[in-house]
């Protein structure tokens, strides 16, 4: 019978001694996990003079190709454009009478978003933080008159070079190529808040968020690097947009949870857009204690 005791209590010992093990080992974890967004605000900070900064991402921000008005979207246009990709079509199914008008209306919110539109073509493309283009080397006759650049405006070639289009092909062509390929994730016209949004993220990787009192910003700024190594990271401010202008924010947890964040950003021009920003729990909470004054669905903590 004391031989029994004494297994039970050995075992009961092995138990506890496991579950305080596991303890702290989450406890570890945790701290592991736990991050700060204080050397992001610090670099950010002093881009925007006069506005209180609420959160900084800490990972880029992505729009994943789901969304259930996106698909049914796509079903139609699949259908519709199973044996071509032609844009004239495309610009059928979106509505777009004239190309060339559709093309200034694309320039509007991104015009408003980001200043050096309005700069001349090579002005522009410098500020967007882009080499100027050499020149094109000599050819045959037949191939220079093959590959003219098509002409632009100062202000279309400024948009141009901003967003790496190509100069030999239509502007609203490419355009409405765009539409096409991200149409699950944001409401399908490019010449709205949620479109000019779209193409900051098809043009620039390494954009995370930033939140502040007045404003949401893309930023161009990259991953933090290594604590062994100098932070040498130069932030810049891509887009921007009034949080008056956010009529709601639909945020979610997937399986991946922990690590994934999807938000569905709704304007007051009916556009939308999905976003997943690939952040822990921390930056998440960061991020939904920033936005908790606007309408939208939250997840559960």
């Given amino acids: 019978m004391a031989g029994e005791r004494g297994r039970l209590g050995r075992f009961t010992d092995a138990v506890l001694g496991g579950a305080r093990a596991a303890r702290d080992k989450a406890r570890e974890l945790r701290d592991e996990f736990r991050t700060s967004d204080e050397p992001e605000r610090a670099l950010v900070a002093p881009l925007l003079p006069g506005q209180e900064l609420r959160y900084v991402g800490l990972g880029p921000v992505r729009a994943p190709e789901t969304h259930k008005a996106g698909r049914q979207l796509a079903d139609v246009m699949g259908n519709e454009l199973a044996d071509s990709l032609d844009p004239k079509v495309l610009f059928g199914l979106l509505n777009i009478v004239n190309p060339v008008v559709w093309v200034d209306a694309v320039l509007t919110p991104v015009r408003l978003a980001a200043g050096v539109l309005l700069l001349p073509g090579r002005a522009g493309a410098l500020a967007a933080g882009l080499p100027e283009a050499a020149e094109p080397e000599p050819g045959p006759p037949s191939q220079r008159a093959q590959r003219e650049p098509i002409p632009l405006t100062e202000e279309q070639e400024a948009f141009r070079a901003l967003f790496r289009l190509s100069q030999y092909r239509p502007l609203a062509d490419q355009l409405a190529e765009i539409a096409y390929r991200r149409r699950y994730v ?116």
């Fill in 186 to 301: 944001f409401s399908g016209d490019l010449a709205t808040l949620a479109g000019s949004l779209l193409l900051f993220l098809e043009r620039y990787t390494g954009t995370p968020l930033a939140v502040t009192d007045t404003h949401l910003h893309l930023l161009r700024m990259g991953m933090r690097p290594d604590a062994d190594r100098p932070d040498r990271r130069q932030p810049r401010v891509l887009w921007s947009v009034e949080r008056a202008r956010v009529a709601r924010v639909d945020s979610e947890r997937g399986a991946t949870g922990l690590v994934q964040l999807t938000s569905t950003v709704v304007f007051d021009d009916g556009s939308w857009i999905r976003l997943t920003q690939p952040a822990l729990r921390d930056d998440q909470s960061r991020f939904l204690s920033a936005i908790q004054d606007l309408p939208g669905q939250r997840p559960q903590p």
